[in-house]
C-alpha cells in the first residue's frame, strides 16, 4: 500500500511538473513594416514570390507608370508577372526612403538602380487587421 501511494504521489507531481512547464505558444507575431518592405524588395530582385501574396492586401493596387501611359495590375496580376519573370539580378542595389510614416499608415519609396537604370517603387502600407501594401507606384528612369 505505501508503494502504491509512493507511484501515484509520483504520478501527481509528474502531472503537475509538466503542466506548470507547458508554454504556451504565441499565434506568430504579423510582420512589421519593415518585414513587409523587405519580402517585397526580394520579391522585386530575387524573384522569391512565395511569401509575397501574404503582405498583399487583397484589394491592392498596382500602377505601372510607362510614359503618359499608366497599366494597373491586380494582386493575382503582379504575383503572377513575377513568377513568369522569375529572374535575379545580384548587381541591383536599393535605396529605401520613408515619406510619410504614423500609427495606421506608411509610404516608403524605394529605388532599385540597376546597372542602366533605375526603378522607383512607391509604396503605401496601411494597418487594418496588421500590416499590408495597399497600393504601389512604379516607375523608371
Known amino acids: 500500500m505505501k508503494t502504491l501511494k509512493s507511484v501515484l504521489t509520483g504520478i501527481a507531481l509528474l502531472f503537475i511538473c509538466v503542466a506548470a512547464n507547458a508554454t504556451v505558444k504565441p499565434i506568430a507575431d504579423k510582420p512589421t513594416k519593415t518585414d513587409i518592405i523587405n519580402i517585397y524588395i526580394d520579391a522585386i530582385t530575387h524573384g522569391k514570390v512565395n511569401t509575397l501574396a501574404n503582405v498583399l492586401d487583397d484589394a491592392m493596387e498596382y500602377d505601372i507608370q510607362r510614359g503618359e501611359n499608366v497599366n494597373a495590375l491586380s494582386k493575382d496580376q503582379l504575383i503572377q508577372s513575377l513568377k513568369d519573370a522569375g529572374t535575379s539580378d545580384a548587381s541591383v542595389t536599393t535605396e ?10 506608411s509610404t516608403i519609396k524605394v529605388a532599385f538602380k540597376y546597372a542602366d537604370y533605375v526603378r522607383t ?11 499590408a501594401i495597399t497600393k504601389i507606384v512604379t516607375s523608371t528612369k
Open 96 to 105: 529605401i526612403t520613408t515619406l510619410a510614416d504614423d500609427d495606421d499608415a
Open 121 to 131: 517603387d512607391v509604396i503605401t502600407l496601411s494597418k487594418t487587421n496588421g500590416w
